[in-house]
């Protein structure tokens, strides 16, 4: 069946393997864009674990994969076929199609302070590049049967308040400015009586406030998919990711992953600075959880589009992450507040995750000191890495978009 599986990939025959069952028709071929990063590694294992065929793209990025990196163990299992390619380059897109009826679409670039300084190239890769690929996917609409988009919950910018004074609510509030950070005035005042609002989770109808430019093009993607899809009668789900952490995140790009700086610097028994008060808050949720997700928006009934918040649904304050953390790995780092800020980051976030298992039926599993304990026992067994914050933090300063 091994070798059968593999010539497969390129046949509508599909004897012998278990499919994804989406709706009463059967999903088998899956080209998974970005496979090789953090949740593309787990998709695709879990894909070929439940016997779907995957053709896995990536262009192996030297910033997420150093500058020898190579595929995941799963290069060398017989249902998958790998592609190292960037989806910038338009002419990929009809051969790497072909015999897929399914798209997962996770390649991009996804550091939102880098996003503010390399703008025409995080435009290139993630909002023109999923152009092209639409452009592609509109041409095989009887091929293509269901397109995941890996969106971000940075679209929404800061997201749902409400005053408790006044009795506003909702309120969205738009983006902090520089000069409000450097009085420290963290919080976003009632657009009406100005008292200070407490976040809420902050549902899918939320107005679209990007702050960042990374945002800006997660928003383009989202809508390049919706409405191509849409006009060529093609399902399609949209997954707002929150704070994704877990096993296998990248420990080397220094422009992402707040668990992944601070678990090398807890290694090295270096303080852990935080930005603002520390109190801002994030939806931290467990990798394993998101391709639960995935998988079931790929099994989704045919005529079913939607877009989704994928999180825990569970704010928690970046200080007592970090203190959890310090836990999770036995490490003792002092915690320093240091008042600093960036300019495109959000003071709160937490998703409403209703709709996701009313649509989906998937409810998130893993809890933050579980999923915490399971990212520091793999993260303690990888060589260390060096600690590049300041490095990172002094690009942005040079720049005047951290102060
Ligand atoms: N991890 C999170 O917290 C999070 C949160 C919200 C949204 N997302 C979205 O989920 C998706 C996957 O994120 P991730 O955490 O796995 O990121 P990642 O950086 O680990 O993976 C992205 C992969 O895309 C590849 N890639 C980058 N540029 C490419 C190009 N030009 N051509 C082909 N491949 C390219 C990289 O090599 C990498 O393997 C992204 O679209 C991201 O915006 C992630």
């Excluded at 090789?36 to 990025?61: C, P, Y």
């Excluded at 931290?284 to 391709?291: M, R, T, Y």
């Excluded at 893993?366 to 060096?386: H, I, K, M, Y």
Aim: hydrophobic residues 40%.
């Amino acid at each position: 069946m091994a070798g059968n599986a593999r010539t497969t990939f390129r046949r509508t025959q599909t004897d012998g393997l278990q499919q994804i069952t989406q709706g009463d028709s059967l999903m088998h071929k899956v080209l998974v864009t970005g496979a090789a990063g953090f949740i593309g590694t787990h998709l695709v294992e879990r894909l070929v674990d439940d016997g779907v065929a995957v053709r896995a793209l990536d262009n192996l990025s030297p910033q997420i994969h150093g500058e020898h990196g190579g595929f995941p163990a799963w290069r060398d299992h017989p249902l998958v076929e790998v592609v190292q390619a960037s989806v910038t380059n338009p002419a990929i897109w009809d051969e790497v199609l072909e015999g897929a009826d399914a798209v997962v679409h996770l390649a991009a670039e996804t550091g939102t302070g880098q996003s503010m300084y390399q703008v025409g190239h995080y435009n290139e890769v993630n909002s023109q590049a999923t152009a092209r690929m639409m452009e592609a996917i509109a041409g095989r609409s009887d091929a293509i049967r269901r397109i995941v988009l890996s969106s971000s919950r940075s679209i929404y910018g800061e997201g749902a308040f409400a005053c408790g004074a006044c009795g506003l609510d909702p309120a969205y509030p738009s983006a902090r400015t520089a000069d409000a950070m450097r009085r420290g005035e963290w919080d976003q005042p009632c657009p009406r009586c100005a008292a200070p609002m407490e976040a809420r989770p902050t549902t899918e109808d939320a107005p679209a406030r990007p702050a960042s430019v990374y945002a800006a093009t997660k928003l383009a993607q989202e809508d390049l998919v919706r409405i191509v899809a849409s006009a060529n009668d093609i399902p399609a789900t949209i997954l707002r990711f929150q704070n994704v952490y877990g096993e296998g995140q990248s420990l080397n790009n220094p422009y992402t992953g707040i668990l992944s700086i601070f678990s090398t610097r807890i290694r090295r028994g270096l303080e852990l600075p935080i930005f603002e008060d520390g109190e801002e808050t994030r939806d931290f949720v467990h990798v394993s959880d998101v391709v639960v997700a995935i998988r079931a928006a790929l099994a989704a009934p045919a005529d079913q589009s939607a877009t989704l918040n994928v999180g825990s649904g569970i704010a928690s304050s970046v200080a007592a992450v970090a203190r959890a953390l310090n836990d999770a790995f036995g490490g003792s780092s002092p915690i320093r507040i240091t008042g600093e800020f960036r300019l495109g980051d959000i003071r709160h976030n937490v998703a409403d995750v209703r709709r996701l298992e009313l649509v989906l039926g998937v409810r998130p599993a893993v809890d933050l000191r579980t999923g915490l304990s399971l990212f520091a026992d793999w993260a303690g067994a990888q060589p260390l890495p060096e600690d590049r914050l300041a490095e990172a933090n002094d690009e942005l300063r040079a720049r005047n978009l951290m102060g």
